[in-house]
Nanobody
């Protein structure tokens, strides 16, 4: 069983930066981890994901602005978000799957409660 807790959300002006953290219990560094977001009235979408070997996938909308990384010793996955835009405003969720990703966006069974990111223009 994997439990996830996100932190680091907040309010920022357009062009600013935030760093989201996701601490996992019951986690092994060989897990596939991902960040998703959901804005009001919209479907949840994949933002970034990282496989056990460090390989990454990003949504086109965040490429070049967001970076996903892992701190294995701390059982933590980070999402560095730079050059934030108002359209990045959403609830951000951390997700995990035991084992490898195998595909760009696997069906993640484990989810955190989310952290809110609000970007003002």
């Amino acid at each position: 069983q994997v439990q996830l807790v996100e932190s680091g959300g907040g309010s920022v002006q357009a062009g600013g930066s935030l760093r989201l953290s996701c601490v996992a219990s019951g986690y092994t560094y060989r897990n596939c981890m991902g960040w998703f977001r959901q804005a009001p009235g919209k479907e949840r979408e994949g933002v970034a994901r990282i496989d056990y070997d460090g390989s990454t996938t990003y949504a086109d909308s965040v490429k070049g602005r967001f970076t996903i990384s892992k701190e294995n010793a701390k059982n933590t996955v980070l999402l560095q978000m730079n050059s934030l835009k108002p359209e990045d405003t959403a609830m951000y969720y951390c997700a995990a799957i035991t084992g490898r990703c195998w595909v760009d966006w696997p069906a993640f069974p484990y989810w955190g409660p989310g952290t809110q990111v609000t970007v003002s223009s």
